[in-house]
């Protein structure tokens, strides 16, 4: 019963803070995050921007059953 207690205080503060992200307005800078790439090795966006502009795309309902 403890455990069950504490795993749920654990999800109510975890979805209180995702809960309280501002979403990005068009202008601002996005924050610095890393992602496996294709080959599987991380990718940072700091990397790549300092290479230049990209374009960060996603495809969300790609590859399911949807």
């Known amino acids: 019963m403890r ?12 979805l209180g803070w995702a ?3 501002a979403a990005l307005q068009v202008g601002d ?3 610095d995050f890393t992602l496996n790439g294709t080959d ?3 990718v940072k966006l700091s990397d790549l ?3 230049g502009p990209i374009v960060v ?5 790609a590859f399911t059953g949807t």
């Open 40 to 42: 599987g090795k991380p």
């Open 3 to 14: 455990m069950r207690l504490m795993l749920i205080a654990g999800l109510v503060l975890a």
């Open 29 to 31: 800078k996005a924050p």
């Open 57 to 61: 795309y996603t495809f969300i309902a």
């Open 49 to 51: 921007t300092a290479k």
């Open 19 to 21: 809960g309280s992200a």
